[in-house]
């Protein structure tokens, strides 16, 4: 059992929009601790998408954007496109953990 | 543009020992904390252990603690991790990461603990 929940699979159409639900609780996200999104596609590694929330590395589209509110963080990815069919992972850090926690990961399907 | 590269995976017997190593370019590695995440075959991401700039802090997760030693050498820009007593479990790719996520991730070594 991760300690920040995802939904295990979502889908959607090209074109459309899809967002990625992380809920974590008061010792990791809605303490304040930031939130990274990793994408990735089968027999690669993990490639990072978002960071501290909503900032995106260079070289990501700004097609992805990310969120944050209270005790949850939320990915958004607008306009789908084939290549947006991947695992997607959300991460933050818990404190009563002393270290860093992962979400099981949402698997994509882009229709 | 910052690169590491893990490497020292490879098959070893349920008991056994590995030594991981990441070399980190690209960044001024003794100003940062660092990570290892695993990930088993068909599974998710599970962070393993952290560690400091000044090697002060070391964590570990709970599957992995009393069997895995995080440690570093910042004259040379890397980071280790001594697995021992390794189980079928901990098989999967090893990950080093900087402490404070905002940069990308190395393409991983592949551990696999197997008689």
């Known amino acids: 059992q991760s300690v920040l929940t995802q939904p295990p699979s979502m889908s959607g159409a090209p074109g459309q929009r899809a967002t990625i639900s992380c809920t974590g609780g008061?010792?990791?996200?809605?303490?304040?601790?930031?939130v990274q999104w990793y994408q990735q596609v089968p027999g690669k590694a993990p490639r990072l998408l978002i960071y501290s929330y909503k900032n995106r590395p260079s070289g990501v589209p700004d097609r992805f954007s990310g969120s944050r509110s209270a005790t949850s963080a939320s990915l958004t990815i607008t306009n789908l496109q084939a290549e947006d069919e991947a695992d997607y992972y959300c991460q933050s850090h818990d404190r009563s953990l002393s270290g860093a926690v992962f979400g099981g990961g949402t698997r994509l399907t882009v229709l | 543009e910052v690169h590491l590269v893990e490497s020292g995976g490879g098959l070893v017997r349920p008991g056994g020992s590995l030594r991981l190593s990441c070399v980190a370019s690209?960044?001024?590695?003794?100003?940062?904390?660092m990570n290892w995440v695993r990930q088993a075959p068909g599974k998710g991401l599970e962070w393993v252990s952290s560690i400091d700039r000044d090697s002060v802090f070391p964590f570990y997760g709970e599957s992995v603690k009393g069997r895995f030693t995080i440690s570093r050498d910042n004259a040379n820009d890397s980071l280790f991790l001594h697995m021992t007593n390794l189980r079928p479990e901990d098989t999967g790719f090893y990950f080093c990461?900087?402490?404070?996520?905002?940069?990308?991730w190395g393409q991983g070594t592949l551990v696999t603990v197997s008689s």
């Open positions: 008061t010792s990791n996200i809605g303490a304040g601790y930031d």
């Open positions: 690209g960044f001024s590695f003794s100003n940062y904390g």
């Open positions: 990461a900087r402490a404070d996520w905002r940069e990308p």
